[in-house]
T-cell receptor
Framework: ETGVTQSPTHLIKTRGQQVTLRCSSQ?????VSWYQQALGQGPQFIFQ???????GRGNFPPRFSGLQFPNYSSELNVNALELDDSALYLC???????????????FGAGSRLTVL | AQKITQTQPGMFVQEKEAVTLDCTYD???????LFWYKQPSSGEMIFLIY??????QNATEGRYSLNFQKARKSANLVISASQLGDSAMYFC????????????FGSGTRLQVQP
């Protein structure tokens, strides 16, 4: 069983540019969540995708958007990059949207974005 | 308002000893879940243990146990017989039933196991 894979692992962008991060969910998982982890902090929930639709969103502006594809993989898009967007972006998949002891988030290793 | 508080930015423990990582939480939801994750330097978050708010017994998973004190709103992680490979960041997280989709994480504790 393959885990969650993310690409790219590292990237550098300049302020104002746009970025797309990609995520393949763990086999058998139909739900994907994205988290932003700034340096020295815990992850913060961006949004969740289920059945190709956004199924919950954290306190992030609309320039953060996403997609989920029929094979359950997902993309995170960030427009008009700001310096504060520099962070580790973690993708996580789960069996279903509702989290519990029997349905935990399985995380990828993340994409580290640096905005200059 | 911060809902998960981890007051220990860093902890040291000798190999083979036990260590407790503190976590307190705040919620008005009677139904919630508490998770602990480990984050090595590689970046991925690794699930360790879960405690549901209605669970009568403290959760255990191998060398990990969760000291759940509901009245105090604390969910401390206990790692027994520490190993060098336990050196990592540890995050406490909560899921509230009003928003079952997301976890709220604390700021983490960096654990260093010394030989």
């Amino acid at each position: 069983e393959t885990g969650v894979t993310q690409s790219p692992t590292h990237l550098i962008k300049t302020r104002g540019q746009q970025v797309t991060l990609r995520c393949s969910s763990q086999s058998g998982h139909n739900t994907v969540s994205w988290y932003q982890q700034a340096l020295g902090q815990g992850p913060q929930f961006i949004f969740q995708y289920y059945r190709e639709e956004e199924n919950g969103r954290g306190n992030f502006p609309p320039r953060f958007s996403g997609l989920q594809f029929p094979n359950y993989s997902s993309e995170l898009n960030v427009n008009a990059l700001e310096l504060d967007d520099s962070a580790l972006y973690l993708c996580a998949s789960s069996l279903t949207p509702g989290l519990s002891g029997a349905n935990v988030l399985t995380f990828g290793a993340g994409s580290r974005l640096t905005v200059l | 308002a911060q809902k998960i508080t981890q007051t220990q930015p860093g902890m040291f423990v000798q190999e083979k000893e036990a260590v407790t990582l503190d976590c307190t939480y705040d919620t008005s939801d009677p139904s919630y879940g508490l998770f602990w994750y480990k984050q090595p330097s590689s970046g991925e978050m690794i699930f360790l243990i879960y405690q549901g708010s209605y669970d009568q017994q403290n959760a255990t998973e191998g060398r990990y146990s969760l000291n759940f004190q509901k009245a105090r709103k604390s969910a401390n992680l206990v790692i027994s017989a520490s190993q060098l490979g336990d050196s990592a960041m540890y995050f406490c997280a909560m899921r509230e039933d009003t928003g079952r989709r997301a976890l709220t994480f604390g700021s983490g504790t960096r654990l260093q196991v010394q030989p």
